[in-house]
């Protein structure tokens, strides 16, 4: 502190200058050097009282702290092993609590980079679940039109498309927008101009778009010449005319458009007239004054009749469910955020569990500095009487803590960085998901506000309880000081480690119950890829396009079995067709709608779904034979019962196809979902078909399916000039990607169960060897009158056992008033089923006696003699 | 922290100090001698009560520090007087006056 050594530094000379003086007075005034220097000192007196008193004037507070600093400090240093272990388990506390802090910051509550962003508002048809969905153009434009409580609107949808530039295709990201899109937001552009209303044409003569200020970097190295280029999208020539601000970075979280189009041109006529094609996600700006809830009660008064409307037109017994659907008017200040509505339970869950760690960690630690208290009790019960004041003491013990909190703090940031990295690839499911998780303001103010909580959460126990102790007694021997407290520390790591067991324990559960759900297909061994293309084919010459490839695939080396389908299982979902079934009456309330997939040859052999009876499609079913049909084992027995469909009509959008097989069951949307009755048709027999509908799978005999793709690339490209492969990747990824949660969920739950319970045994292990070490008289005297090492050793697991009981207890209690809103995240598993207690238990039980039987084993060691002499 | 016990005493060492001061710049040695040459040595100063009261003074803006050069050649720590050190010094002194007044009004018709 070198404000303290220079004021002092000051004083000395001060004070020296003065004893000086007096010598060469009195040398004056004809006295010896020597003679002259004893009487100076004797009339100066104390020369460290006067400093001392000059401090305490100038104030000593700042002085002090330093003191208090450098003390704790050094007894720190004195126990490096401690020092670590409390540092680590703070820092892993602090740094998952700022990293899922971090996480949430940039998912939920960073606003966009554009004017008020808090007056903007989604304005959306919601999906059964309550989340946002889309609305079509011609709801949009009927919205537009109508709605009063707001001054402006926009929609826009997004698409990744291959562009050709100077003679090269790359893959963009891209968004298409309103001419609205910009002025809604109240942008400028970094160079050039941005979209307006003036780019909403349906046929545009040279149509513009403008291009991220990241792409503008990474493409054209922020030249401006990128102003004015051309780029190809399928049949239409685009220029570039300006680039958006560097902070903006799209309206959809995570996803960070390269290039913006404008959005008319790109729809088909269809699309802009049909009011069933819901595709779009339509912005607003409230007017001045208006709320959300007033722009939502005026949304629905219009969205009723824009429903009554259109209901006419639909068949009476699905008249109720179509008037059921609902729209509403949401916040946008964060953008079209899928990612919160995605992901913001999970995250909300986690925060829960980090911050139970972080409490576990400052229970640990104040359980450790609480024992560390006890043992200087003797020092703090002189020091209390020999006039230290107790607030003086206090702070010397908050000192301790705040070192600590600030190097697990500090750590905690570094740590947090890279686990939100990996939190962050994780969400992104393989794709690209472009979160900026840099610590802002936010972030740094809340891993400080968490650090100084947990610097007083740990340090004030031990500090009150030190100073709460009698000088008296303490003087004379150290007690059993903080017995009560020490032990209600380990009860508290072992609720909140049962907790977070608990909660592992869910997560898993699901995970593993997930995985072994029957999914009526054999993912292993099959690689599954996209194709995209440069041009639109007419129907015969896609036939003819899509049955090249496929003959292609199924000769190349390697490949055992090759097919295609629009839909495949786990692919996230299924189209759903109204059928007439031969033989069968529908109720009049009972829905018409079965599933229904279009695929190619030997399907069921290449994903292994088992044919039960009758026959795959094959080169046979051709558009010009008669249309054939496979359904699934559900379907048949709906509609069937014991009879056998084989030979059986059904008759879907006009088009009557006769039965030739029934394949085993197997799972479409997700691992969740029950099976739906489905109907298969073969894939020359659909009519408006493109190569590019389908999902293309290989099976290969044995190793890892990735290994096609170089020869894949080669062939696709072979097969047809516009061809090109899109993404490709194992069916089990695919199915991994299905439960990207539950895995989040189960992995970081099963590490923080796993940390907690390393941090409480720790604790457990600490506190336990330290009140052995105050029970050594004891021991001593019980060994000396004939207790076994055996019965010593019993003793001390009796009291483990004895908080093990209680902790495990509070645990399940808190755990069972806890866990009940991750219902929904579950699979398989109850939250209140004995199982889920069970695991933790055993686990917990088996972890706290080892932690507490290796200070016991050490405790049986001691030698009666030596315990005895023991102070 | 301060040492309330003797107001009178404190009180009157302060404004003694603030009269020298006032004079011109002066350190800590050279008030000491200052007020034992004036009082004709009747009135010792104690270091251990002379440097906390200058140090109190500086603290409460009414005397500043500065080091500079004093007759023996070596550097000393020289205080003066602030603004509001002046109009302390006043105050004091008026208020000295009064009381003095009032307590020698007493004594003399005590007798």
Redesign the interface.
Known sequence: MWFRKNADS?LN???R??F???I?DFVAAGMEPAEAQRLARL????VE??KE??R????RWLEDFGQDFRYAARTLGRSPGFLVVSVLSLALGIGANTAIFSLIDAVMLRSLPVQAPERLVQITRLQPNGKPGVVSYPLFEYLRDNLKSISGTAVEMSADRAITMDGAEELVTAEMVSGTHYSLLGMEPSAGRLLQPADDETAPASPAAVISYRYWQRRFGLNSTAIGKAFTLGDKVFTIVGVTPPRFEGTRPGRDPDITLPLLMMLSDGQRREDSLNMLSMMARLKPGVTVQQADAELQVLWQSFLLRRATAVQEKYRPGFLRQRAGVLSAATGFNSLRNDYSVALLVLMCIVALVLLLACANLSGLLLARAASRQREISIRLAIGAGRGRLMRQFLAESFVLASLGGSTGLTLAHWFSAALVTMMANGGTLLLSIAPDWRVLAFTGAISLLACALAGLAPGWHALRANPNPGLKEVRMGGQQLGRAMVIAQLTISMVLLVGATLFVGTLMRLYRVDRGVRTDGVLTFNIRSIERYPQARSWAVQQVLLDRLNVLPGVAAATAAQMIPIGGGLWTRHAQVEGYTFRSDESEDVGFDVIAPKYFATVGTPLLTGREFDERDTNTASKAAIVNESFGRYFFGAQSPLGRHVTSVNVTYEIVGVVRDAKYQDLRHDVIKTMYIPWMQREGDQPTNYKYLARIPAGNPLRLVPALEKLVREADPSLRLGTSQTYSTLVDRSIVTERIMATLGGFFGILALIIACLGIFGVMAFRVSLRTNEIGLRMALGASRGGIVALVLHEVARMLMVGSLAGVAVSLSLTGFTEKMLFGIKTTQPAVFAFPVAVLAVAALVAGWLPARSASRVDPMVALRHD | MDAQKSDLLQGTLDVLILKIVALEPIHGYGIAQRIRQISKAVLQVQQGSLYPALHRLEKRGLLCAKWGEAETGREAKFYSLTKSGRKQLETETANWDRLSEAVTMILRTAE
């Open positions: 000051e000379a001060e004070l200058y003065h000086d003086r007096l060469r009339e100066f007196g104390g009282q006067v008193e000059c305490d004037v100038r104030g």
